[in-house]
Each structure stands twice: as C-alpha cells, then as structure tokens.
C-alpha cells in the first residue's frame, strides 16, 4: 500500500492559502483598477470636451484626470505592496497559490505603471491644446 501525497505546504493542506477567497480581492483589483480607472477617464473627458468648449473652463477635464490619476495610482500602489509580501521575485514556471499571486501582483505593478503613463499623457494634452480645438 502507497502512502498519499503529503501537501506541499501547511497552507495547501488547510486550504487557507492566504491569496484565496477574501486574499484574492486585493490581487484583482490591482490589476484591474488602474484600467478601468483609464479607460473610464478617456471616454469622461472625451464627453466632457464640448462642455468645456461652451464653457471656456478646463476644470472638468483637471478633475476627471486628476480623479482618474489618483484612482491608478491607488491601484497601482496596492498591485505593488502585494508584489512585496509576495516575495518580489520574478514569476516562474513554478505552479500553486503563490506563483499565482506573485504574477497578478507583478503583472498588476507593470500595468498600472503603463496606464499611469497613458493618463500623465493624456493630461499633459489639455495644457497644450485647448478644449475648442480638440472637437
């Protein structure tokens, strides 16, 4: 008679793993935030450029990119401190819960910096060309 496969780890033999159930939360949402938070900035400010224009004021559009800004970088910030308790090593062929949650994490921290740029970019526009001449 074969003895079974002892588990990896305690984690996996209680099913506690801490980046299951409630742990994924914040493993999902750094990844998906600063997405969200940039394409729900790109079609905000393209609604509101007209408004602007009849308006002759560009504060909607600074606030909608300063909203949107700090909601990326939010998610960007938490896909980061996930990265670290992680172990902040580089994702590999490796299976499981961690390697898991090592890669969401880095792929979160790599994404956010990407939509934070294309935010910062989208913004610097509204200093050079006025909202009249957008539309």
């Known amino acids: 008679m074969t003895a079974p496969h002892a588990p990896k780890d305690e ?8 980046y299951k159930g409630r742990g994924a939360l914040a493993l999902w949402l750094g990844m998906l935030v ?30 909608v990119m300063l909203l ?9 910030l938490l896909a980061a401190r996930e990265w670290r308790r992680t172990g902040r090593a580089w994702p590999n ?11 969401m994490a880095a792929t979160g921290t790599l994404l956010g910096g990407f939509f934070l740029l294309l935010l910062v970019a989208q913004w610097s526009s509204h200093l050079v060309i006025p909202p009249c001449l957008a539309s």
Do not use: N
Request: proline share 7%; glycine share 10%; with cysteine.
């Open 68 to 76: 949107t800004v700090a909601l990326a970088a939010a998610g960007t």
């Open 34 to 63: 600063p997405g969200i938070a940039w394409i729900t900035g790109f079609t905000a400010d393209f609604a509101l450029v007209e408004r602007a224009c009849v308006s002759r004021t560009m504060l909607p559009l600074h606030l």
């Open 93 to 103: 062929a490796e299976g499981g819960a961690t390697p898991r949650a090592r890669f």
């Open 11 to 18: 984690h996996s033999a209680l099913g506690t793993h801490p």
